[in-house]
């Protein structure tokens, strides 16, 4: 498959959402993709033209990591 289709893009994330054949997946991956990043401060965002590609851009908050002298 190369692009989801218009209707689908803003269903993508949801839970049980299976774009390809029935039966070939749960419908789960990208939901909780989304989940994990949301719980980490993080976000993803998907740009998608059906027939040509789909591009999923994640973004992290970058941590400072100060470093402990004893």
Known sequence: MEGYQKEDQYRIFDKNF???EHGSGH???L???KQNLNSLGGSIEVAS???S???FT???PQQHIM???A
């Open 18 to 20: 299976q774009s390809g």
């Open 27 to 29: 419908g789960f991956g």
């Open 31 to 33: 939901y909780l993709v």
């Open 49 to 51: 033209t059906e027939g």
């Open 53 to 55: 590609g789909t591009i």
């Open 58 to 60: 994640l973004s992290l």
């Open 67 to 69: 470093e402990v002298v």
